[in-house]
């Protein structure tokens, strides 16, 4: 049986964590000679572990433990990468607290190319122009070449990844519950995407895991810390976002935001890290001076899109519309003054050309 | 002594007439009435004693058996009463008279309760009992019905009565005036027959779009919905004027014809709902609240009685706060809406009631009600509580929705604005026109609005010209739409295109009825 199955049981044990973890690895030098030394209860004294041989679930921890696990991560396709893999991504070993053990489905490869990824973290609930903006920059980034690693959770997080999707990087969601199980629910196609796309599902969660709330700030640490940067895209004041921007602070990461409107307050967050001194970006070509990126040849000239004409009446609406923001039909019948029958087709043939996107509560400017 | 009259009872939303046999043979006095009657018809035994003794009349000391045939039908309600009585008085006298068979008692039939002092009080289900009598009539016409002249009802049931009915009805008041009006049959000139109901000059009045501010999309999505008999969906932060919007979708549609208004009557005279007697000539308008149980909405009970989507025949059923419903209230309309009626089986007995009407549903964007709105920042609402709330309405139910259409707050600037506001005598012209380029379509088919167009009559009667037809697979191939919706979109299309008097539909016409598609929230 392969070393990392040990050490992937081991991290089971309840009582045994990242740093009792590593103690006994070290100690050790292999994680199955620990894993006999805690099944049999008799480690080191001087290593200080307490534990009981139950995981978080009350499952006791066994041989057979064992074997079901070497089973199920078989089954749902689960990579274990320890800290000695050449998976396990440097910039995580950094940090406070480092998980010992990470579980990855799809592409794993894509970690070793750490060093050109950005974090992209926001709000659950948040406004159409906050999708926009991560849509837009998460697909600009992946064009440039840079891995966008996000949460996976709904809002801003879905909406990076889809954006990142859609450029030719791949994309990494990181996951606040074992990789078997699909936290939230409504991502699950986003999720077969990111798979299809040769993107990468982490988390240091085992299987069966559930989410559970207490997982989402260390999941964070992750996100900060495994990636060069953090873009805060949409976060009210005092939210999580904000919280993850600070994990990146303290473990030197830069954190980057992209201003709002500020008459909505669902940007305050972002404002307010602006205030402390964030980076502010206004467009994602900026990140490549920051960190003295090139650009890569294979995804060069990929964030140039076919140019679409428009007629002088399609112009007008265009101009009718808010930036960033939605406009209601009222709102164009209003400023354009024209019938409503003529919108319509406008409006389509717009929408076709994909410069507008229709929502439920009137349309909204693509960037 | 045996003696027979006619009555009438209710069964769903039709009335059947009730052939009441009465024999008095010597005996121990009893009162027995067979015939699967139901309590309150096996209640009139107290009623009729009282009232033939209290009229005037004495009540035989005897053995009385009462048979009701059709005798597999279960008999409910009052309305027997009356039947039941003159029967009983027609066997004394058939017992009196032994030779000449002067008084025809079986050429009327009796509808009305008795009270116990002998009065005749007004029933429920008026309209469909006359018109049961009648349409009986016209069926056989050897049976033994045929002989029947006219129709004695109570006096308060009069007017309902006799817009329902083509043979004479005399509203009286007790029940020895009914006697004395069968015995002398002459003194029927001196009552006073109204053979049709004059029109009410004083409409219901009119809820006016004029009276909404802007909205544009929202009144022209109320136009399409009442030319083509679409449902509508309105989505929009409270205070939008959804309600206000909804409620002036039944001024919109055509006047109710003749039969339609029969029809619509009935059902409300069932329900004893039937304001003062008269006809409804308004299209019902209903709303039920958001508490209301499954049986109200889709009708129910023991007997039977319609519910709101019933009630709603022919005019506009308004679901406000939809998502608030219990989710098996709203998902009983699938299967009543694609038929535009409702079978309701119960033990004994099945009945179906109609119910065409449109369903317009409101709902906010999220449950506090500000999410995505200009004043989103109010909204307190977690992601997952959105998203809930979006997904109470089921996609079988949101398919059937063909027009969505978000409502917005008016700014007071709009409402200030000094603007043309589309009336709704304009908007109805149009809607009559369109409708009327329907009905020449579908003429000989059972389709009479372009919502009732199946998959296979689209490809007949909905022929898109080249352009729309690019315009629409471009459409679906960039916009990611569904197959399910293009036979809606199509529908909503052959609407704008009736409203526009085109019998051929053009690329704008498919263009705004694309504006009026479901989008998901990008949540």
């Known amino acids: ?367 | 002594m045996y003696a027979k009259t006619y009555g009438v009872c209710v069964s769903g939303i039709d009335g059947y007439v009730v052939t009441v046999e009465v024999d008095i043979s010597p005996g121990l006095p009893s009162f027995d009435i067979v015939g699967l009657p139901a309590t309150s018809v096996k209640e009139a035994k107290e009623r009729v004693r009282s009232a033939i003794k209290n009229g005037g009349f004495e009540f035989p000391m005897k053995r009385i058996v009462v048979n009701l045939a059709p005798a597999h039908i279960r008999k409910d309600g009052s309305s027997l009463d009356l039947a039941i009585a003159m029967g009983i008085l027609a066997a004394l006298q058939e017992g009196k008279h032994k030779k000449k068979q002067s008084i025809q008692w079986n050429h009327h039939v009796f509808i009305g309760e008795l009270s116990l002092d002998g009065s005749l009080q007004p029933v429920m289900g008026m309209l469909s009992m006359v018109m049961g009598v009648t349409n009986q009539e016209l069926e056989n016409e050897h049976s033994y019905t045929s002989m029947v002249e006219d129709i004695i009802v109570p006096l308060g049931n009069q007017e309902e009565a006799t817009s329902g009915s083509s043979i004479p009805v005399y509203g009286l008041s007790s029940l020895s005036e009914v006697v004395e009006l069968v015995e002398h049959p002459e003194k029927k000139k001196h009552l006073s027959i109204q053979t049709s109901i004059e029109i009410s000059k004083h409409r219901m009045e009119m809820l006016d779009l004029q009276d909404v501010k802007g909205q544009v999309m929202a009144k022209r999505a109320l136009e399409i919905a009442a030319a083509g008999g679409h449902h509508l969906l309105m989505t929009g932060p409270p205070g939008s004027g959804k309600t206000m919007l909804a409620k002036r979708l039944p001024f919109l549609l055509p006047p109710l014809s003749r039969e339609e208004q029969l029809e619509v009557s009935r059902i409300y005279s069932v329900m004893g709902l039937l304001k003062s007697g008269r006809l409804m000539e308004e299209r019902p308008f209903r709303s039920p609240h958001h508490t209301s149980t499954l049986v109200a909405m889709a009708g129910g009970g023991q007997p039977p009685k319609p519910g709101e989507i019933t009630l709603a025949h022919k005019g506009v059923l308004f679901l406000d706060e939809a998502p608030e419903f219990r989710r098996p209230v709203i998902e009983v309309l699938r299967q009543p809406l694609e038929e535009r009626q409702i079978h309701i089986a119960r033990i004994g007995m099945a009945t179906t009631y109609p119910s065409d009407c449109i369903v317009v549903m409101a709902m906010n964007p999220c449950p506090c009600g500000w999410f995505g709105t200009e004043e989103d920042y109010r909204c307190t609402c977690t992601a997952t509580q959105i998203q809930r709330y979006q997904r109470v309405l089921s996609g079988p139910i949101l398919d059937r929705m063909d027009l969505v259409v978000p409502v917005e707050r008016p700014t007071l600037t709009e409402i200030y604005a000094p603007r043309d506001e589309v009336s709704t005598k304009q908007v109805r012209n149009r809607v009559i026109r369109a409708r009327a380029m329907q009905m020449e379509r579908y003429k000989g088919t059972n389709i009479s609005v372009n919502s009732h167009l199946s998959h296979s009559d689209i490809e007949i009667y909905a022929k898109l010209s080249e352009e729309a037809k690019n315009l629409l697979d471009s459409a679906f191939t960039t916009l990611h739409l569904s197959l399910r919706s293009y036979d809606r979109i199509i529908k909503v299309a052959r609407t704008i295109a009736d409203l526009a008097e085109s019998e051929e539909i053009l690329a704008e016409h498919v263009a705004e009825a694309l504006s009026y598609r479901q989008v998901q929230e990008g949540l």
């Not at chain 1, 964590?17 to 690895?25: T, W, Y």
């Not at chain 1, 030098?29 to 572990?49: F, Q, R, Y």
């Not at chain 1, 699950?188 to 988390?203: M, P, Q, T, V, Y």
């Not at chain 1, 969660?205 to 060069?228: D, E, L, V």
């Open chain 1, 1 to 367: 049986m392969k070393e990392e199955i040990y050490a992937s049981a081991l991290q089971h044990v309840v009582g045994l964590g990242n740093a009792s973890l590593g103690n006994l690895f070290t100690y050790y030098e292999s994680a199955k000679e620990a894993w006999h030394h805690v099944l049999h209860h008799n480690v080191e004294p001087s290593l200080g572990c307490k534990y009981e041989l139950f995981d978080e679930i009350r499952r006791p921890i066994n041989e057979s433990f064992l074997l079901q696990l070497e089973e199920d991560l078989e089954r749902f396709h689960m990579h274990v990468i320890t800290w000695e893999s050449p998976y396990y991504p440097k910039s995580l070993l950094e940090i406070y607290n480092s998980p010992r053990v990470l579980y990855g489905r799809g592409n794993i490869e894509v970690l070793q190319h750490m060093d050109r990824s950005l974090a992209m973290v926001g709000a659950r609930k948040c406004s159409s122009y906050g999708v926009q903006v991560a849509r837009y920059f998460g697909r600009a980034l992946s064009n440039l070449g840079i891995i966008v690693v996000s949460g996976g959770a709904m809002g801003i997080d879905r909406a990076s990844h889809e954006g990142a999707l859609q450029g030719q990087a791949p994309t990494i969601a990181v996951m606040g519950c074992g990789l078997n199980v699909t936290y939230p629910r409504t991502n699950r196609n986003l999720f077969l995407e990111i798979l299809e796309k040769d993107g990468l599902l982490l988390s240091e969660y085992g299987p069966h895991m559930q989410a559970k709330s207490h997982h989402f700030p260390s999941r964070n640490r992750i996100i900060s810390g495994m990636t060069r940067g953090t873009i805060v895209v949409e976060a009210k004041a005092s939210s999580g976002s904000l919280i993850t921007a600070d994990m990146a602070i303290n473990e030197g990461r830069d954190v980057f935001t992209i201003p709002g409107n500020v008459l909505t307050h669902t940007c305050d967050g972002n404002h307010w890290l602006i205030q402390q001194g964030a980076t502010v970006l206004t467009d994602p070509e900026q990140v490549l001076h920051e960190y003295g990126w090139q650009k890569v040849a294979k995804y060069s000239n990929m964030n140039s899109e076919q140019v679409n004409t428009v007629n002088e009446e399609e112009q007008r609406v265009l101009e009718a519309m808010n930036p960033g923001g939605n406009t209601t039909i009222e709102e164009l019948v209003h400023t354009t003054q024209l019938p409503l029958t003529n919108l319509h087709t406008l409006l389509l043939q717009l929408e076709l050309k994909q410069m507008i996107t229709h929502t439920s509560q009137g349309y909204v400017l693509h960037t």
